[in-house]
């Protein structure tokens, strides 16, 4: 599955919303704080991310190399931001050394930068040139720098500004860079080879074809829901755009330990198995999706709690629905 795309057919703010979701970036409502430079690209991060109800801020890193240019940038990204400006105090001789100092500030916040699909193509295209790899931007860095962008194209950011009346400045020094180069000439040149040359560049991070056919078929299914089951009492789960990975049905004829639980019965027939959306109350009309909810399980925690079964019949919810004759312990928090 690709880690980059959303779904085409959704508008620019629900693919980031999508994308914020599917990968836990930010919490719903939650503070972030967006490296600003003043482009299309980090004006429509700010905006977007304010659109979609998060508590936004932003920082501008001076690092001087253009001089009145670069003083004009702070000035702009303080006034339509907000932001704070920080001077960089090193003189960087590469643009990975630029990288590192603006990721050096603020390293207790969220921070958030305006990565897009096409900064992603770019650095696949420099990566595979420059060291043989096809390895892309991550959605998320280990120092918890989060891409909300990174399901948009670069083109989508500018119409949303556009869109919105927001101006952006233009960065004169791009074209001198290496990235510059890929933009500029690389990436045109393969345009003429094939013109979808940018989505099957992107495609190189897709890992389905070392993937089993059966679990690379779960991948690209377009049904809501769908299983497969992978040998060693594992199954790959996929529900619309969440995938994970649980134990298959235990026969419930000696105790189960499954999670924090341990579940034990005398009745026949019965089995312990994870939750499956659509899966009802034995003898009710009630979800246990709806059970969840009124128990207030976070969703997070669903897919690894288990269900006491007899065929496709729910039981038992160990530690929220109780049947005669199955105890269920939680010998783990």
């Given at each position: 599955?690709?880690?980059?795309?959303c779904?085409?057919c959704?508008?620019?703010?629900e693919?980031?919303?999508?994308h914020?979701?599917?990968?836990?970036?930010?919490?719903?409502g939650?503070?972030?704080l967006?490296?600003?430079?003043?482009?299309?690209d980090?004006?429509?991060?700010f905006?977007?991310l304010?659109?979609?109800?998060?508590?936004?801020s932003?920082?501008?890193?001076?690092?001087?190399?253009?001089?009145?240019?670069?003083d004009?940038?702070?000035?702009?990204?303080?006034e339509?931001?907000?932001?704070?400006v920080?001077?960089?105090?090193a003189r960087?001789?590469?643009?990975?050394?630029?990288?590192?100092?603006?990721?050096?500030?603020?390293?207790?916040?969220?921070?958030a930068?305006?990565h897009?699909l096409s900064?992603?193509?770019e650095?696949?295209?420099?990566?595979?040139?420059?060291?043989?790899?096809?390895?892309?931007?991550e959605?998320?860095?280990?120092?918890?720098?989060?891409?909300?962008?990174?399901?948009v194209?670069?083109?989508?950011?500018e119409?949303?500004?556009?869109?919105?009346?927001?101006?952006?400045?233009?960065?004169?020094s791009?074209?001198?860079?290496?990235?510059?180069?890929?933009r500029?000439?690389?990436?045109?040149?393969?345009?003429?080879?094939?013109?979808?040359?940018?989505?099957?560049?992107l495609?190189?991070?897709?890992?389905?074809?070392?993937?089993?056919?059966?679990?690379?078929?779960?991948?690209?299914?377009?049904?809501?829901?769908?299983?497969?089951?992978?040998?060693?009492?594992?199954?790959a789960?996929r529900?619309?755009?969440?995938?994970?990975?649980?134990?298959?049905?235990?026969?419930?004829d000696?105790?189960?330990?499954?999670?924090?639980?341990?579940?034990?019965?005398?009745l026949?027939?019965?089995?312990?198995?994870?939750w499956?959306?659509?899966?009802?109350?034995?003898g009710?009309?009630?979800?246990?999706?709806d059970?969840?909810?009124?128990?207030k399980?976070?969703r997070?925690?669903?897919?690894?709690?288990?269900?006491?079964?007899?065929?496709?019949?729910?039981?038992?919810?160990?530690?929220?629905v109780?049947?005669?004759?199955?105890?269920?312990?939680?010998?783990?928090?």
């Open positions: 599955m690709s880690t980059t795309c779904n085409p959704l508008n620019v703010l693919r980031i919303e999508s914020v979701r599917r990968h836990d970036l930010i919490e719903p939650g503070e972030v967006c490296l600003v430079s003043g482009g299309a980090s004006t429509c991060l905006h977007a304010s659109e979609l109800g998060y508590r936004v932003a920082l501008h890193v001076d690092h001087g190399l253009r001089g009145e240019e670069s004009e940038d702070a000035r702009w990204c303080a339509r931001f907000g932001a704070e920080v001077q960089a105090a960087c001789a590469t643009e990975a050394e630029l990288r590192d100092v603006r990721y050096s500030f603020r390293t207790n916040a969220l921070r930068t305006g897009t900064d992603q193509v650095t696949i295209v420099f990566r595979l040139a420059t060291r043989g790899t096809t390895t892309g931007i959605v998320r860095r280990a120092d918890d720098v989060v891409r909300p962008l990174l399901c194209w670069r083109e989508e950011t119409s949303f500004c556009l869109e919105r009346g927001l101006a952006w400045r233009e960065d004169s791009n074209a001198g860079t290496l990235r510059g180069l890929v500029h000439r690389v990436l045109p040149l393969l345009a003429q080879l094939h013109p979808a040359a940018r989505e099957n560049i495609r190189s991070l897709d890992e389905r074809r070392t993937m089993p056919p059966a679990l690379a078929e779960l991948l690209d299914s377009t049904t809501g829901s769908k299983r497969v089951d992978l040998g060693g009492g594992v199954q789960v529900e619309h755009d969440r995938l994970w990975l649980e134990e298959g049905p235990r026969a419930l000696r105790p189960v330990e499954w999670g924090a639980w341990r579940i034990e019965s005398q026949p027939g019965l089995k312990v198995r994870g499956r959306p659509g899966d009802r109350l034995a009710r009309s009630k979800k246990v999706q059970v969840f909810v009124d128990a399980i976070p997070s925690d669903r897919e690894a709690w288990p269900l006491v079964v007899r065929g496709d019949e729910v039981v038992a919810v160990p530690g929220i109780e049947a005669e004759g199955v105890t269920a312990t939680r010998v783990a928090d």
